[in-house]
């Protein structure tokens, strides 16, 4: 069977028949960035952006979440109701589906996470090459532009068209939706990548280096020019640590619990109600998120909980780059 | 994926409340149709108040005890302030147990000797009436209980104190770091009970908890005794949200001590940065 091809000006054609089934989460411009949105006019979708501000992980884990309700008169706490609405993520560049798939690990492993494995439900995913900018850095960190690892239809780039290939059942139903829209494609082969951002070597064997490198100078270093913001936290795709708080609304019996995106760059993080905190230097701070992503936390294959999307260099407030923290490691 | 909602909490009652110390408060607490815990000694569970939010709590009554189980709560923090205004028929929130505590299975036969300093007697307190209930205390060598408090106007369990010093088969030792009016006991830091103890090296393990400064100046004189790190467990504070190994606020480098502790044999955490 010959591959099939999309021409670009076709998308918003494709865009709209998906809306008539599912909502539809792509990324569109704001201002000079990009953000993921659930799409109202299907003109709006771009597949040709860097990278998002946030990465998708806010339609899993989102900022703010409640997560048990309760009734004060009655003395009840009460399970949420979580929407799983089918859902397609249009245009996701492949390290993003890797920072789902760290997540997934994470939220599905050890205690299962049922509030966040409901929103896993009912998703498909429709990938779209890129063309690294100068913070991407995912080839280092085992996501090559081509690794197609959980999507439903992948979409190359060429001459102004979009190879379709669809990867799965749920993928291959789609692309026969899309037949109206579709022609012969005369591409064969995945296009030749290079990575401006790079580490100086492999993720293979990162994790040894990072349990000899405790006390190496570059922490304090990198220290002193952070603020202990914790953008790097926030906008990161396999950042998943939170915070948990109670809120009462006014006036009524109502009560509910939420979980909200914390940062572990913030003193307080670890500090309990007697007034110690154990991660006290802001230079502990930065060595444990680093040592998080490469050595602290890895999947089931040993996969680092880095996807090199490069938005914690991007969106430092302080310039900071991890992956020079890293090749000053390596 | 079948998972369920793990952050509801099971809602308890109050049997009995009772204020311990200035900032402590004692509560027993039963769950819905008297059903046991299931806890381990030094393991703890999460707490809600309603209306207020969530705090993790050690349990301090042995698995031995049925129909309820204990707390003891230092009221510090806006969830245990809120706990030390509740009263007996009022109802809390209920998740866990959660991580491990001590194994006593691994204990039997050995003498054991515990370090307490101040509020680590709390969660201490379930492993050591486990082993010297009646029933069991033949299961285990020497009791040696050493406990240190700023005051002995903080002391806690009062009432049990003065039983573990009568008992013949509980050798109790006490210390204040400082002496107020009525004290003829020892003066002095908690470590300063250690270099008398007469230890048999080979049989002994110690259980120590205490405040975050305490750990590593009783783990080198018990060193200096000549105890292994494996014949030391430890029991460490931190702050533990959610319970499941999820939210990372517990987390020593890559050990979530909600999942793995509270309780750990000091040779597990001995080379963890920024355990002790």
Redesign the interface.
């Known amino acids: 069977m010959s591959s099939k091809a999309i021409a670009r000006e076709k998308i918003p054609d494709a865009v709209s028949l998906l809306k008539a089934k599912y909502r539809v989460i792509a990324p569109v411009p704001k201002g000079k960035t990009f953000v993921f949105k659930k799409i109202g006019n299907p003109q709006e979708v771009v597949l040709d952006y860097n990278t998002t501000i946030l990465p998708l992980k806010k339609f899993f884990l989102p900022p703010d979440e409640v997560i048990v309700k309760y009734n004060l008169k009655k003395r009840e706490y009460q399970e949420p109701e979580i929407e799983s609405e089918p859902t397609v993520f249009f245009g996701i560049h492949n390290y993003e589906l890797q920072g789902i798939l760290r997540l997934d690990y994470a939220f599905g492993t050890g205690v299962k996470d049922a509030t966040y494995l409901k929103k896993r439900e009912n998703n498909i995913f429709i990938g779209v090459t890129y063309t690294p900018d100068d913070y991407h850095f995912a080839e280092s960190v085992g996501i090559p532009t081509d690794l197609k690892e959980g999507f439903d239809i992948f979409l190359t780039k060429y001459n102004g068209h979009y190879r379709v290939e669809a990867l799965t059942d749920k993928g291959k139903n789609i692309v026969s939706q899309w037949s109206e829209f579709l022609e012969d494609c005369s591409y064969d082969g995945d296009p030749v990548v290079h990575f401006k951002n790079k580490l100086k070597q492999s993720v293979a064997g990162i994790r040894e280096i990072f349990h000899g490198a405790y006390n190496h100078p570059v922490w304090k270093e990198t220290s002193k020019k952070c603020y202990s913001c914790g953008t790097c936290n926030l906008v990161c795709p396999t950042c998943y640590c939170f915070d948990v708080s109670d809120e009462v609304v006014l006036g009524t019996d109502q009560g509910a619990r939420s979980r909200r995106w914390d940062s572990c760059q913030i003193l307080g993080f670890t500090e309990v109600a007697g007034g110690e905190a154990f991660r006290e230097k802001r230079y502990d701070r930065v060595r444990h998120r680093m040592s998080r992503k490469f050595a602290y936390i890895m999947d089931d294959r040993d996969r680092p909980f880095c996807v090199g999307c490069g938005r914690c260099i991007r969106q430092c407030t302080a310039d900071i780059s991890i992956t020079d923290v890293m090749n000053a490691l390596l | 994926?079948e998972?369920?909602?793990?952050?509801?909490?099971?809602?308890a009652d109050i049997i009995r409340i009772e204020r311990m110390t200035e900032l402590e408060t004692f509560y027993d607490i039963k769950l819905p149709g008297g059903r046991d815990l299931g806890h381990e000694p030094g393991q703890f569970v999460e707490v809600?108040v309603?209306?207020?939010?969530?705090?993790p709590i050690s349990v301090s009554s042995s698995h031995l005890k049925k129909g309820s189980f204990e707390m003891v709560v230092?009221s510090?923090?806006n969830v245990?302030q809120a706990m030390q205004k509740l009263k007996a028929g009022d109802?809390l929130?209920i998740r866990g147990p959660f991580g491990h505590g001590f194994k006593t299975k691994d204990f039997e036969g050995k003498d054991i000797v515990i370090i307490a300093g101040g509020i680590g007697l709390v969660p201490l307190r379930s492993l050591i009436n486990t082993i010297i209930d009646p029933a069991e205390r033949k299961k285990y060598g020497r009791v040696i209980i050493l406990y240190g408090s700023k005051t002995k106007e903080e002391f806690l369990f009062r009432n049990e104190l003065e039983t573990w010093e009568s008992r013949n088969d509980i050798e109790y030792h006490v210390t204040v770091d400082r002496k107020t009016s009525g004290w003829n006991g020892n003066v002095g830091v908690i470590t300063t009970l250690i270099p008398d103890l007469k230890l048999d090296l080979h049989n002994t393990i110690a259980a120590v908890c205490g405040?975050?400064i305490m750990y590593k100046f009783v783990i080198l004189s018990l060193r200096s005794k000549g105890l292994k790190d494996n014949q030391l467990y430890v029991s460490l504070?931190?702050?533990m949200?959610?319970g499941?190994?999820?939210?990372?606020?517990c987390?020593?480098?890559?050990i979530y001590v909600c999942?793995e502790g509270p309780v750990f044999n000091y040779a597990y955490i001995e080379d963890l940065?920024?355990a002790i």
């Open positions: 994926m998972a369920k909602n793990i952050y509801v909490p099971e809602v809600s309603f209306g207020i939010g969530e705090a230092r510090v923090g245990t109802k929130g405040p975050p504070e931190r702050k949200k959610c499941v190994g999820k939210c990372g606020h987390q020593i480098n890559n999942q940065k920024e």
